[in-house]
């Protein structure tokens, strides 16, 4: 008789276990119904209720979860059997069985899994545990666009940037220099009036001369000014390109950031509702005397673990998509997809492109350096002024009149822009050292990122073919062991928190190929 009550025990609990997501703990009746013929409805809870005996009223009464839920057929036999230790011990696993297990490696990658529809009053409830959400933070989401796919979020960083809006209107400032670099090759003209009167009638009348000076560069000072302007000019050119490889890096890594993140809430909300339930079904059962205070302890820390984790990972989310609405100046507040994996990059290739040019930073260095050797060529050439042509007119003292010409220029003895050309010389060699160590930092810092990168891949296919399957298996193992009455709940409990930690792990994997690729992008400029 008791392993007669054990068996139909255990079948009810299977029955609760594979109706997590009924409002009532207790929907054996699904199961009940399997021995009763088809034309036979199952009563409802206020008629069932009424036919009950004493000692099942008590065990409804005892337990308030289950007051509205549909009767068991044989509940006095379940009442009755409920302060075996053995059953105790099958009634909790099996209540157990689906909570454990519904975290499969097909949630992890994204495939809703609905449960089995049990009648409940005459009406069918669906499990929602497992629906796949991408806005996960509220039912109602703020004011914003949904995020469009890579190519455009790298089209408005590439453009929109607050980093390459600055570096196009600092390069747009940088053109000016030119207007003053092409002009001619002649000074603004001086004049010169001067008029003298003698005494005791040496001179007659007033005399008076002017003089007019005309400056002629003739040493090369305009193709000079001109070569610095244009050097002027590709510095901040190279400088933009910094800022939109910057861009285009920052807005690569977010964009993955932000799709992980997305993942992360979507798993971290399944286990929320799994420990939820699981801690509603051991407080029932503690109640009803049927589960230890340890147990319902356990699961209620369990419940709040993954409820923290959860504000995490919105909080993840919330910050990748303001990092990537600061850096396309778009606002964005929503996904509309999920991908778990950056793009396939072929690394080996992508190396080989990056061997072809020079990082930006290199480029902006060495722009830097040919500026100041351009600006030091014009000093040398300016400190040979310029050659002035005089023409002069006038009245003499005895009233004739007077005209000449003849020329001007300033000897470069002892000044001739020393200070100016040495500051250039050592901003030129500055330049020139910074553009041979950023050479180095940034290819030893390529061959890391590659060899890292490599190293996230292998982690990837690891967790994915082999760490979170055997995870899985060892939940259900955990989880069978538990049924068959051989371990308790702490077993399902480790096993179950070793596969989200694997789920999550995954997660921060693919996150750092996101992020490197970013990084590879922001060093190098060019796009896997």
Known sequence: MIFTDLARWAHQARSVGLCLGCSSLLCAASASADATPATNQTPTTNQTTANQTPAAQNTVARNPVTRNTAAQPDATATAATADQPGDRAGSVAASESAAATSVSLSQVDGAAQVDGAAQVDGAAQVDGAAQSSVAHTSSEQPAGRALPNLDAVLKQARYHAPQVRLGEAALAVSRTQMVNAGRIP?????????????????????????????????????????AEAKAYEHLFEAELTVAQAAALGEAYAAYGVTHVASERIRIVQQMVEIAGRTAEIYEARLASGDAVLRDATMAKVEMARNQVLLQDAQGRLANALTVLSQVTGQHYSRLTETRLEPPKVAIDEYVARLEKRFAPAVASAEAEAKFFEAQKERFDSEKMGPLSLMLLGGRGDFGEARMGAGIAYEMPVLRSLQGEKARADSEALRARTQRAIAERVIERRIDGIVQQFRYEQSAYELLTNEALPAAERAVASATATLEAGKTDWFAVLISRRDFMSLSLDRLDVVARQWSLLGELIQLTGELP
Request: hydrophobic share 35%; aromatic share 14%.
């Open 186 to 226: 002649l000074g603004n003209p001086y004049f010169e009036v001067v008029g003298q009167h003698g005494t005791d009638g040496t001179t007659k009348g007033i005399a008076w001369g002017a003089t007019a000076w005309l400056p002629f560069e003739l040493f090369g000072q305009r193709g000079n000014r001109v």
